[in-house]
Nanobody, 123 residues
Framework: QVQLVESGGGLVQAGASLRLSCAASGRTFNSLVMGWFRQAPGKEREFVAGISWTGANTYYADSVKGRFTISRDNTKNTVYLQMNNLKPEDTAVYSC????????????????WGQGTQVTVSS
C-alpha cells in the first residue's frame, strides 16, 4: 500500500511559479515510478509529467514542456513539480500518482493516487 499527499497549490497570477510536492509513504520510494496529472472541471484527467525510479528519465506532456520540471528526492520520499510561467489554462487539480511499473507512467490506471492540490492561475 502507498499513501500520497500533495501540497503546494495555490492562487497565482499568470506568469508566476509554483512548486508542488508529493510525499509518499507505505512503500520503499525508489521502487515507485511517479507521475503528475491534472484535471480541470468538466474535463478528463490528463498526464502532465512522469519520472522513473531514480529520476534518470523524465516525461512531459507537450503542453507543459519547457515550463514544468519534475524531479524526485528519494532521500525524502518526495516528488516535485516545478511549474514556471503558469498560464490560466494550467488551472486544475493536480494529483500525483505512483506505480511499480515504468510502462504505466502517464496512464490514468497507475495504481496509487493522492487526493490532489488545487492550482488556480488568473489572467
Amino acid at each position: 500500500q502507498v499513501q500520497l499527499v500533495e501540497s503546494g497549490g495555490g492562487l497565482v497570477q499568470a506568469g508566476a511559479s509554483l512548486r508542488l510536492s508529493c510525499a509518499a509513504s507505505g512503500r520503499t520510494f525508489n521502487s515507485l515510478v511517479m507521475g503528475w496529472f491534472r484535471q480541470a472541471p468538466g474535463k478528463e484527467r490528463e498526464f502532465v509529467a512522469g519520472i522513473s525510479w531514480t529520476g534518470a528519465n523524465t516525461y512531459y506532456a507537450d503542453s507543459v514542456k519547457g515550463r514544468f520540471t519534475i524531479s524526485r528526492d528519494n532521500t525524502k520520499n518526495t516528488v516535485y513539480l516545478q511549474m514556471n510561467n503558469l498560464k490560466p489554462e494550467d488551472t486544475a487539480v493536480y494529483s500525483c500518482a505512483a506505480d511499480v511499473q515504468l510502462r504505466k507512467i502517464g496512464k490514468t490506471t497507475m495504481d496509487y493516487w493522492g487526493q490532489g492540490t488545487q492550482v488556480t492561475v488568473s489572467s
